[in-house]
């Protein structure tokens, strides 16, 4: 019960208070309100255009929590939210069947929910949550078909685990397939089970070809370029040569991620190998925890095209790996590496609200990221930041390994539950044009012709309710979809904007300009003044 306190308080209660960020919660926001508004639940659309950058499921449920709670944020966030807390649900369904339940079995998914890019991510409206949960719980399921000696209940795990396969696939299509694949690949070979695998493998191969192949064909016979492009674009170039916008990086830049996204935990990862050094588990949920782990890891790192995000599916399994090192470490009666563990993130705690004072006070890195109104904002972060180094400290004084988990887990509690409203003014007048969208809203006349940017088009869909606006400048995302030959005049550049408001001879028809205000010293020159002008942070909403 304090387990689901515990998820309730950081991921479901924090979902409405942020307006929504620029660009993937605006964009996983827009395609489904325009799959509601068409009634089109087949091709994803963004502004009218076609956008096959992903398959259709997350967009689709999106779209029923947006039906059930109506369209806002709440509604927009809520599936990853969903999300997060069935991939603790596995987690903690596989710890309680095959690690020996009891604290196990409550350790991992505490560690998961407490992890802090789990934090971070979870109350944030992408679909990475989504696919995460559904591999996780393919995983699992698979896993509990591979120790099951009932035929019949194994066949039906395998069934369940290609159904979940296929539901990743219509997610984030062929991850679902190389992910999973080559991780039980890999463990059959371990195992030196191989060929079990190759005779049980048709079973979820084709519950999952089941439920990916009617909306495939839809989208085939519907639009025939979705597969070329979605297949060789989005998956083959992304991979080997990640082209603008796809964000390459180096091979080794998950290392300081995971460090990074598993704190506080990894402050603890001495005491975790420690642990396993002694461990009397079953081998084979320690080889199937390792390659879910470790292929992954190294399938997402030869990728050439790396976000944080990406790694979400490498959590689950690290955070069981963890829960049983932690655990079999103080079976062992071990304390050392404890110790320096909660002192090492103590002390992080600490200079990080240090940190935050100083630089407040001097500057001295060169920004203030908090104004004059938000005192109460990074005092607040120093607060959390403190309790949270208290609580760590306390809990290495503690002689029962299990108050000194629950300890350790709850420290941050305070920190947590605080970080959606210390979010400092200047990220949301950076990330999030909602406010300025809104307080203008009733300015657009239905008849009013709407001009933005490309980074802005999803936002001034999604608040405005339009899927017909003009993008200015700066395709962006939409490049694929402006490509065809209908839809090319929808692009336009100073010189046709300027005609656009000079042969606008009817008042009830006004155009409208949302955009960055860091675009606007290139042309505004060369436009008439605007009737009306508001500017939030780095956004500008004009009417000519």
């Given at each position: 019960m304090a387990l689901v306190s515990l998820y309730l308080l950081l991921y479901i209660l924090p979902l409405g208070f942020r307006p929504l960020f620029l660009p993937d919660e605006t964009r996983y926001f827009e395609i489904p309100r325009e799959m509601i508004a068409t009634g089109d639940w087949v091709v994803p659309r963004l502004d009218g255009l076609r956008y096959f950058e992903k398959p259709v499921m997350g967009y689709w449920v999106n779209a029923v929590s947006m039906l059930a709670f109506g369209e806002n944020a709440f509604a927009a966030r809520l599936p990853s939210a969903l999300s997060v807390g069935l991939?603790?649900?596995?987690?903690?369904?596989?710890?309680?069947?095959?690690?020996?339940?009891?604290?196990?079995?409550?350790?991992?998914?505490?560690?998961?929910?407490?992890?802090?890019?789990?934090?971070?991510?979870?109350?944030?409206?992408?679909?990475?949550?989504?696919?995460?949960?559904?591999?996780?719980?393919?995983?699992?399921?698979?896993?509990?078909?591979?120790?099951?000696?009932r035929p019949s209940r194994q066949t039906g795990l395998l069934i369940l685990s290609g159904v979940l396969c296929g539901g990743a696939f219509l997610t984030k299509?062929?991850?679902?397939?190389?992910?999973?694949?080559?991780?039980?690949?890999?463990?059959?070979?371990?195992?030196?089970?191989?060929?079990?695998?190759?005779?049980?493998?048709?079973?979820?191969?084709?519950?999952?070809?089941?439920?990916?192949?009617?909306?495939?064909?839809?989208?085939?016979?519907?639009e025939g370029d979705f597969w070329p492009y979605f297949f060789w674009v989005e998956h083959i170039q992304r991979f080997l040569s990640p082209g603008d916008g796809q964000h390459p990086e180096a091979f080794w830049f998950f290392i300081p991620v995971?460090?990074?996204?598993?704190?506080?935990?990894?402050?603890?990862?001495?005491?975790?190998?420690?642990?396993?050094?002694?461990?009397?588990?079953?081998?084979?949920?320690?080889?199937?925890?390792?390659?879910?782990?470790?292929?992954?890891?190294?399938?997402?790192?030869?990728?050439?095209?790396?976000?944080?995000?990406?790694?979400?599916?490498?959590?689950?399994?690290?955070?069981?790996?963890m829960a049983l090192g932690l655990w079999h470490y103080f079976k062992q009666g071990r304390h050392r590496a404890?110790?320096?563990?909660?002192?090492?993130?103590?002390?992080?705690?600490?200079?990080?609200?240090?940190?935050?004072?100083?630089?407040?006070?001097?500057?001295?890195?060169?920004?203030?990221?908090?104004?004059?109104?938000?005192?109460?904002?990074?005092?607040?972060?120093?607060?959390?930041?403190?309790?949270?180094?208290?609580?760590?400290?306390?809990?290495?004084?503690?002689?029962?390994?299990?108050?000194k988990l629950k300890w350790f887990a709850l420290a941050g509690l305070f920190f947590f539950a605080a970080s959606t409203f210390i979010f400092p003014n200047f990220i949301t007048q950076k990330k999030a044009p909602g406010p300025l969208l809104e307080r203008n809203r009733h300015l657009v006349s239905p008849v009013a012709v709407v001009v933005a940017d490309g980074y802005l088009i999803r936002a001034t869909c999604a608040?405005?309710?339009?899927?017909?606006?003009?993008?200015?400048?700066?395709?962006?995302?939409?490049?694929?979809?402006?490509?065809?030959?209908?839809?090319?005049?929808?692009?336009?550049?100073?010189?046709?904007?300027?005609?656009?408001?000079?042969?606008?001879?009817?008042?009830?028809?006004?155009?409208?300009?949302?955009?960055?205000?860091?675009?606007?010293?290139?042309?505004?020159?060369?436009?008439?003044?605007?009737?009306?002008?508001?500017v939030y942070g780095n956004f500008a909403f004009m009417v000519f």
């Open positions: 991939s603790a649900l596995a987690i903690f369904l596989l710890a309680r069947r095959f690690a020996g339940g009891g604290t196990p079995a409550l350790l991992a998914p505490t560690i998961f929910l407490t992890s802090i890019q789990i934090l971070a991510l979870g109350t944030f409206g992408v679909l990475d949550n989504l696919l995460g949960m559904l591999l996780t719980a393919s995983m699992a399921a698979f896993f509990f078909a591979y120790e099951e000696r299509g062929f991850i679902a397939i190389a992910v999973p694949g080559l991780t039980l690949c890999a463990f059959a070979l371990w195992e030196r089970r191989w060929r079990w695998l190759l005779k049980s493998a048709w079973i979820p191969a084709g519950a999952a070809i089941v439920v990916a192949l009617p909306w495939s064909l839809l989208i085939h016979l519907r995971m460090v990074a996204g598993t704190l506080p935990w990894s402050a603890l990862l001495p005491a975790v190998i420690q642990g396993f050094k002694k461990i009397d588990l079953p081998r084979s949920l320690i080889r199937f925890l390792v390659c879910w782990f470790a292929i992954p890891f190294l399938f997402f790192s030869a990728s050439s095209g790396k976000l944080i995000t990406y790694i979400l599916p490498c959590f689950p399994p690290a955070a069981l790996l404890y110790r320096l563990g909660t002192l090492f993130l103590t002390a992080l705690t600490l200079s990080g609200a240090a940190l935050v004072v100083v630089n407040q006070l001097t500057g001295i890195l060169g920004t203030r990221p908090y104004g004059p109104g938000e005192t109460w904002k990074w005092g607040l972060a120093c607060i959390g930041l403190s309790v949270w180094g208290g609580g760590v400290l306390w809990s290495a004084v503690k002689a029962n390994p299990i108050k608040y405005l309710k339009r899927d017909n606006i003009r993008l200015f400048l700066t395709p962006d995302e939409l490049a694929y979809g402006l490509d065809h030959e209908s839809e090319k005049t929808r692009m336009l550049d100073g010189h046709a904007l300027l005609r656009l408001i000079e042969n606008n001879r009817r008042p009830e028809t006004p155009i409208v300009l949302v955009v960055r205000v860091d675009h606007l010293g290139g042309f505004m020159g060369g436009l008439p003044a605007p009737k009306i002008k508001d």
